[in-house]
């Protein structure tokens, strides 16, 4: 199913679904916000992207200004779907980051579901899984937070999870977060997202030749579509089972099917036409009616190029040759081959190689044959001069192309041993580098713990014997728990104990060498909310037993220091702690709602940024990447990512 058509569907829904009453304390306040309504629903109306574009930044503007959380919200996410169809996706992504802050006042219950959603359809549009999925599962984050019940929401969040893991190469987790998309659409009566998880789920098993069990959801679509009255639905249906059918060699079928899609699209559906009319020419193509072929296939090529649906050009492309192949056209195949060769470079491998010399043989052997027919006499008669001069030509190009050939190896070997010289200086100083920040960070643990044994077996061990001397002293005079001041004494000697054990166990965590490292950073993220005034919602995905002892130490480290700073002075209420173990990448982040601050005012001042300097040394010794967002008033947040690829010593 084309991703258009996907993104169109789920913008008419939001489109229809996200306006919500405003509420106001005075009387002008009650008209601006009328007056905002009515713009929003004006451009919902206008058909010119950047007519509707224009009037929803005015009821932004207006909307900020008396604090309309409502109509800003509303405002600036339909302003992000016109960016998203225009296929300006960095403005699309720009308008929704504007809506975030709104979302939390807005009278939409999962309106910061719908930001971080939209946000990860943005990325996948623009083929970035990996961002896609990380806000794919903010949503998710945010979705859990709301009571159990079924909304469309939910349905969409978890088809879309659905769809980035099936791309992701994890079938099986894909077509589990389908299974909860249906659940949650049959449940809540939502047929619009059952459609969409339908059409999902038949095109996955129509893609791994499974056509029998791509059929039946197919035809459920086709019961909806005809249900709700939608010919969009309804011509997906056809095309979609038209498919299924050829997977399954039944050709007639697929052609009735295919051709009553095509009816009902046009004019109005060019994905749909696009797609069915390719599928079509497939179908002409397999029963031999080569002629029929290459009409419809040539159509659906003009069609794809005047809606620059660039993800069909090498399918059309790719069965024109073969259908110019099998009537002889080899001129025409060989243009679609080098159309093919500049459209995409994975076809510049030998097997592509061979395919396009042995087209290419074929028509200059033709060629050849008919100009000799007309011109037998004139080559015979300049038949020796031509092979005299060949041979010349020959000679001379050989020697030329083998002297270049010889500057070219010289000059090359030359500046190999200049990289080679520059890369092994580079990697020694960075090696060195590395080096002393593993020993400074070494030394730091050592010290941690040589402090935390002493603590532990030292301090804690005296007063450990200060404790039993009081006990002893309670059973030579027992008068003396009369005195107020002797349990005041054994209950700070107690409290003592406590610190200290604590402190060790923060200094050198024994719980890391017992638990897995989320475990453990679970029990640290307790123990700091505990009697706080602050909330702590720790989330982990993914294995992370394969990674080594010191490097799960320093990710407890980074943790705990960023945990430190915000409590610290952040002032937040609620803190975020995630990280995820994704193939040969792990991330950490961490994000706070606390009062923010300039981070370049304290990149330039050495008292404030000590902290954050320790932390990004660490990170770059470990050789990963650290992100740091703020802004007063505004929150913290910090992106941490690692390679994890065998032979990587952290792992």
Known sequence: MPQKFIYFVIGIFLCINIHCKAQSSTPKEAWDTAQINHLITKADDVLDPDSAINLYIQASILSSHIKYADGAFNALMNRGLRYGAKEDFVKSRNSYFEALPWAKGSGKKDAAVWCYNNIGA???SEGDYTLASQYYYKALNELKKLPPEPIRTAANVYTNLGIINIRLNQPKKGLEFLQQAENIARKGNFDQQLAIVLIDKGEYYTEIHRPDSAIKPFNELMDISKKMGRIDLEAQANCDLGNAFIEKEEYKKAESYLQKANALAEGKLNDVVISSSYS???VYYRTGRYKEAEAMLEFALKEATDH????????CYTKLGAVYRATGQYKKALNCMDSIVALKDRLTGIENAKAINQMEIKYQTAEKDRELARNDLLIAQQKSNIVRKNIWISVIAGGIFIVILIFIIIYRNVRHKERLQTEQIRSLTQENRISVLKALMEGEEKERGRIAGELHDGIGGMLSAAMMRFNAMHHENSEITKIPAYHDVMQLLDDMGDEIRKTAHNLMPEVLLKQPLPDALLAYCNTVQDGKKVK?????????DALAQDFKLNIYRIVQELLKNITKHAHATTVLVQLLMHEQSLTITVE????????????????KGIGLHNLQTRVRSLGGQFTLGSEPGKGTSVYIEFEVKQGNPIV
């Not at 620059?308 to 399918?315: F, L, R, V």
């Not at 709602?593 to 304290?602: C, K």
């Open 280 to 282: 079509l020419g497939e």
């Open 308 to 315: 620059n649906m660039k993800d069909i050009y090498i399918d």
């Open 122 to 124: 943005n990325y996948f």
């Open 592 to 607: 706070d709602n606390g009062v923010g601050f300039d981070t370049l005012a304290v990149s330039t001042t050495q008292k």
């Open 536 to 544: 702590i919602d720790f989330q982990s995905y993914g294995d992370f």
